[in-house]
C-alpha cells in the first residue's frame, strides 16, 4: 500500500528537474516502482470497471423486472380481451340464431353446472319466472342442451340431454328413421329403435317435433358408434351430442306455450330461413 503511493511521487519527481539523459537515482527506483504502480493502475481501473458494470448490470436487472411485469400485465390484458371476444361471438351467434327460429324465446345464463354425475343438470338465471315452464326446452344454435326441469323465482334447473332420465323423440336426418334418444349418464346418448333400420357412422340425429316438447329439427347429435347386442337384433348406437355441455354460458329457453311450437324447420334453422326468403 505504502509502495502503491510513494511510486507515482517517484515516478514524477523527475518533472522538477531538468531533463537529463543520465541515469540517477530517481530513475532506478523508478524503474524499480514502476510494476507496482502499473499493477495499482489495472487494479483501479478494473474496480472501477466493476463498480460501474455492477450499477449497470443492477438497474438493467430493475428494468428487467419492470418489463417482465408489464409483458405478464400486457399477456393477462390479452387474455381478458381474447375471452371477452369469444363471449360476444357465441352472445352474436345466439341472437342471430334467435332471429332465424318461428318460435318465441327467451336468453338465460347459465349459473352453475352438475356434469360428474349420471343425473345431469345445469343451473340457469331467468328474468321472468311466469314466462318459463316445466319441460320447456333449452337450445343453443349448435343443438338441444334440455329441457326445463325445475323453476324458481329467478333461477331454473335444465335437464341435460346426456342425463341418465332424458328421454327425446329422434329422426336420423337421412333416412328419417324414428327413434328415442336417451342419456347414458356420460357425455354419450344412445338411440333405440323398435326394429332394424338404416343407420350409418356420421348420420346427422334431429328432433322429430312428432312426440315429446321440442320443436322439429333441431340437432340432436351425431352417430359415433354401432353395434349388435348378442342376439344379433338388437342394435347398439351411441350419439355424441352436438352441443358441448363443458362449455355453455348462455342459452335459450324455447317457450312451448306459443302456437309456433310445433314449426317444421325442416332439418335446421338454415333450412326454416331459406323458407322465409
Excluded at 98 to 116: I, N
Excluded at 189 to 203: M, P
Excluded at 244 to 273: C, M, T, W, Y
Aim: net charge positive; charged share 20%.
Amino acid at each position: 500500500m505504502v509502495l502503491g503511493i510513494l511510486a507515482p511521487l517517484f515516478f514524477f519527481s523527475t518533472a522538477l528537474q531538468p531533463w537529463s539523459f543520465k541515469k540517477s537515482n530517481f530513475l532506478i527506483l523508478q524503474n524499480i516502482a514502476f510494476p507496482i504502480q502499473f499493477a495499482s493502475y489495472h487494479i483501479r481501473s478494473i474496480s472501477h470497471s466493476f463498480w460501474e458494470d455492477y450499477i449497470a448490470l443492477r438497474a438493467l436487472r430493475v428494468e428487467n423486472i419492470k418489463l417482465e411485469a408489464k409483458v405478464k400485465q400486457l399477456e393477462t390484458e390479452l387474455i381478458g380481451y381474447a375471452e371477452t371476444k369469444a363471449e360476444l361471438t357465441k352472445l352474436f351467434e345466439l341472437l342471430e340464431f334467435r332471429r332465424e327460429l318461428a318460435f318465441p324465446t327467451s336468453p338465460a345464463t347459465v349459473v352453475t353446472s352438475h356434469l360428474s354425475s349420471p343425473f345431469k343438470m345445469t343451473r340457469i338465471a331467468i328474468s321472468n319466472a311466469k314466462k318459463v315452464g316445466i319441460k320447456d326446452p333449452v337450445i343453443l344454435p349448435s343443438g338441444v342442451v334440455g329441457r326445463v326441469m325445475r323453476v324458481g323465482k329467478s333461477f331454473a334447473d335444465v335437464q341435460l340431454l346426456t342425463d341418465l332420465n332424458s328421454h327425446v323423440d329422434a329422426l336420423v336426418q337421412r333416412t328419417r328413421s324414428r327413434g328415442i334418444l336417451s342419456g347414458l349418464g356420460t357425455k354419450f346418448a344412445k338411440l333405440h329403435f323398435q326394429s332394424i333400420v338404416d343407420v350409418k357412422i356420421g348420420d346427422e340425429i334431429i328432433t322429430s317435433g312428432v312426440i315429446g316438447d321440442f320443436p322439429k329439427g333441431l340437432p340432436l347429435g351425431e352417430v359415433v358408434k354401432i353395434g349388435f347386442a348378442p342376439d344379433n337384433v338388437t342394435q347398439t348406437i351411441i350419439i355424441k351430442p352436438r352441443v358441448n355441455f363443458d362449455d355453455i354460458s348462455e342459452v335459450l329457453i324455447v317457450h312451448r306455450g306459443s302456437k309456433n311450437i310445433s314449426a317444421d324447420l325442416d332439418g335446421s334453422p338454415q333450412d326454416q330461413k331459406a323458407k322465409k326468403l
